[in-house]
């Protein structure tokens, strides 16, 4: 009787350094316990300096390995149809000074995009004329209409992003994370394409 393997690829995972790639690195087994160790541990890939920093293994490539390995097995493939490795190298500390300098930029940025904003829709003549509105008087600064609108802009943007420093407030992703996310899809859908080895007009084997 064959049995019945079920492997599921991972979408993504990283490796620290250039060492040899198993099964169990990138996909999760269903097997009996004998079997699933068996199967973790064998070797599909070594990685060397030519892969630079990102291999794409291909489901296709480890049902066929597998299958040059073992017999009597039925290799049955779920979830993604590829895993994307991504190698790291050594990770510096980063230097303070450009870290600074570089909160210093989006800070400045930051402020000028708001006052712009503001300038562009009179957001002074607006809060003038709510004043007039509801005081009968004129008043060049109405810090009560100023002050709580400031305070309440920086909240808004705390609501905004989900988040304060490395805390998230609720589980739901800000549109930021969204937009990073659907960003990181189409990454990996290039880089599948143009790193995938069956994808190589080249590749013969």
Partial sequence: ??????????KNTE????REILLKDIASVSASDKEKKELENTPLYRI???DKNILVIDSFMVIDHLNSLYDGLEIQMIGPEHTIIRIQTEKKEPSVLIISMVWLLLFIG???TIMNF???VSMQEVH?????LLTGEEQEFPLWIQVPYSLGLGAGMLLFFNHWFKKRLNEEPSPLEVEIYNYQQDLDNYVNHHE???NDPGNSS
């Fill in 1 to 10: 009787m064959t049995d019945i393997i079920y492997v599921r690829m991972k």
């Fill in 15 to 18: 490796v620290n350094r250039m």
């Fill in 48 to 50: 060397t300096k030519k």
């Fill in 110 to 112: 930051m402020a000028m």
């Fill in 118 to 120: 503001h300038y562009d």
């Fill in 128 to 132: 003038q004329k709510l004043h007039f």
């Fill in 196 to 198: 995938n080895r069956l």
